[in-house]
């Protein structure tokens, strides 16, 4: 059961992952708030750590010929962060299809949420065509 308009629902899956970044200089605009488009450079950075702890980095993912474009996605800003907050990217991961994976992120500083989001991905071999979700992925993400 979904339970945010993102699609984050507590306690609904053990396939997760907390990391921490620290907000640089450049990744702020002129009024020293982070720039939007900042936060969906950190849901990538929590994507990629969640699946080299669950299944394996992304440069092995590609060596294998697979891409994983995204398909969808969306944001909801709670509150802001400036240069030099330590911020905490919380991913989950789920499979809606056999050919989709599904990412929500939480964003916290300290302990308010400040930013959720999605991503939604495919996986295509290196001629672009549409690939099932591989399935020693689909049976870590189902054993969690």
Known sequence: MRTSAFGWSDGASACENATSVRVRYAETDAMG???YGRYFTYFEIGRTELMRELWRPYADIEKEGYRLP???T???FLMGARYDDLLRIVTRVSL???FRLHFDYRVFKGDN???EGF???CFVHGDGKVARVPQDLV???RSQ
């Open 33 to 35: 708030w982070v720039y």
């Open 70 to 72: 995204v398909v969808s």
């Open 74 to 76: 969306g944001c909801r």
């Open 119 to 121: 991503t939604e991905h």
């Open 113 to 115: 949420i400040i930013c």
């Open 96 to 98: 809606p299809t056999a």
């Open 139 to 141: 049976r870590v993400v």
